[in-house]
Structures are given as structure tokens and as C-alpha cells.
């Protein structure tokens, strides 16, 4: 069951798999990616990554590579891999060229890099004791939906959060939440949910759509919409969303306690709602 890399053509182990230092990801962080989980040996909603990568990939206009072409390859290293619960990167970057601002060539090759390493989530304790978050400025790029390798601010914001003993750090511009350096966050009001409407200024994480219309076929009420600061510390319930991360909930937002102070009741609803369709494999369209 090895953790492995696809490298340009190669199968390797994920150690061995070296790009060149003119690739444009590592000098200029110019590419997108992807992270995929799978759960019981099936990649999970796949097509929903791969929709998302096709948008990042022709929002910044690397072309050269079909997203059919990417679908083989991640199937193809899953499968070398055997493991079952397994979390899958995907990056693809412009391509090799010796550094200068444009890349002006139409006939670049993109480099993708696939690698499948062994998951295990998020621990038990964790997930019933809840999350605590801090706050910070936003201070990323006007593109947020493009899912770039451009992270240092998000690097930075996880970092300060890890610092002051916080699982996450969420940014808040201008008095309203955006998101998580690496998950979106939703509010929940008297039996609703709140989160931040998709745009620029949010990445549309897989989970959070997920999380929305299976709160809606259940008759929960969601509203996508501004969430300012003060509404995300007024709420009954807060929790996080991500690959990663599943549906996480958040206990305190800077210090102070939300609501009970515990994982809230809607909160674990839609984790397990979310679990039962893992279990069912409901992931499309
Ligand atoms: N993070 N917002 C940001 C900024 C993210 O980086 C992510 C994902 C999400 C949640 O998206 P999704 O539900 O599609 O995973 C929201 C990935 C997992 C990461 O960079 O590790």
C-alpha cells in the first residue's frame, strides 16, 4: 500500500518525484490545485474537484492539458496506490521556463503532480470537543475562488492560529467573514444557516455546496449572504467545512464561547447527514 507521486509520465515514490527549479509553481506559486479525499477505496465527489479544477485552470489561463487527462492520472495513482482512505493532491502548475514575469509562450507544458498519502481525518476527541477560532484581516488577492498554490497568506493566517492554540484562522474583511485559511464557516441562527455567498472573495468549497443541498433536501433553511463578525459571535452554532475537515464544529471565536460552548445540535446533524452519504457514495452531479 505505498504512498505514491505522479510526476510528468512517471509513477514514483512521493521522495523521488523532483521538479525542475524553472518550474513556474515553485518560483512564482503559478498553478492551481486540488485535494481530494477517498473513503472505502472511492475517490470522493471527483467530479465536483474536477469541475472546480477545470474553472482555476482556465481562470488563469493554463491550457495545454485536458481535464480528462488529469481524471486518468489521479484514478490511475489511486489505484497503484491500494489505500483506502487516502487524501489525493493535484497541482498543476504553467510549466518550466527560465524566470521572467510573462510567460508570453503559447506552447508551455504544464507540469501535474498527483499524490496519494494515507488520511486519517480529524480525531475523535477533536471532532466532539470542537474547534476554537481566532480572527484575522483578510489580506489575500481579489481572486480567492481561483483554487491557486499562491498560499502564504493562508500559510501566515494558519500559522498565528496554530500559535495562539486555535485550529483555524478566519479572515474577516471589512467587518464580514470570508473564510478559513483552508475551510469555509458557516453560522447557524434558530434552526437556519448562515454562510458567505459564493464569489470572488470565497474559494466554492465541494464540502460547503455539499453541506447546502443536503440542508435544503432536509428542509433546513440556508441563507448565503454578508455574515458580519458580530453575527458569527451572536450564533448558536458555528462549524467549519473542508475535505479535510468534513463538518467540524467551532466552540469559541477569539476567546469567546459560542453559545453552549459545545458542538451544537445542527452541527452534528450535518455531520452525520454528512457521513450517511459518504457511507452511500452521494456525491453527484
Ligand atoms: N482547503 N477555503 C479555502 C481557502 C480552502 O483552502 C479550502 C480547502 C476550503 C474548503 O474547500 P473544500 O470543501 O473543497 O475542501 C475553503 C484544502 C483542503 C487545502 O488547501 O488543504
Do not use: C
Not at 512521493?14 to 509553481?25: C, E, L, Q, S, Y
Amino acid at each position: 500500500m505505498p504512498e505514491i507521486a505522479f510526476l510528468n509520465g512517471e509513477f514514483l515514490p512521493i521522495d523521488d518525484a523532483k521538479v525542475p527549479v524553472d518550474d513556474r509553481g515553485y518560483q512564482f506559486g503559478d498553478g492551481v490545485y486540488e485535494i481530494v479525499k477517498s473513503y472505502n477505496g472511492r475517490l470522493w465527489a471527483l467530479d465536483r474537484h474536477l469541475r472546480r479544477l477545470e474553472r482555476s485552470l482556465s481562470e488563469v489561463g493554463i491550457t495545454g492539458i485536458t481535464v480528462d487527462e488529469v481524471r486518468e492520472r489521479i484514478l490511475e495513482t489511486y489505484e497503484r496506490s491500494g489505500i483506502s482512505r487516502a487524501l489525493v493532491y493535484v497541482q498543476v502548475t504553467r510549466g518550466v521556463l527560465p524566470r521572467r514575469h510573462a510567460w508570453t509562450s503559447a506552447s508551455l507544458k504544464p507540469t501535474l503532480l498527483v499524490t496519494v498519502r494515507k488520511f486519517q481525518g480529524v480525531p475523535d476527541e477533536l471532532r466532539r470537543s470542537g474547534v476554537e477560532v481566532i480572527t484575522l484581516p483578510e489580506v489575500r488577492w481579489g481572486r480567492r475562488d481561483i483554487k491557486s498554490i499562491n498560499l502564504l497568506p493562508n500559510v501566515l493566517a494558519a500559522q498565528k492560529a496554530w500559535e495562539a492554540g486555535a485550529y483555524e484562522a478566519i479572515f474577516v474583511e471589512g467587518g464580514y467573514i470570508t473564510e478559513g485559511s483552508h475551510t469555509n464557516i458557516f453560522a447557524v441562527r434558530d434552526g437556519r444557516l448562515f454562510t458567505p455567498q459564493e464569489g470572488p472573495h470565497i474559494l466554492p468549497g465541494i464540502t460547503r455546496g455539499l453541506v447546502i443541498e443536503m440542508a435544503r433536501e432536509e428542509g433546513i433553511p440556508v441563507e448565503e449572504g454578508p455574515l458580519s463578525y458580530e453575527a458569527l459571535l451572536e450564533a448558536d452554532e458555528a462549524f467549519l467545512t473542508a475535505t479535510g475537515e468534513e463538518v467540524l464544529g467551532v466552540v469559541s471565536v477569539d476567546g469567546r464561547r459560542m453559545g453552549s460552548g459545545k458542538v451544537g445540535p445542527m452541527t452534528w446533524r450535518l455531520y452525520e447527514m454528512f457521513v450517511d452519504r459518504v457511507e452511500r457514495g452521494m456525491d453527484s452531479p
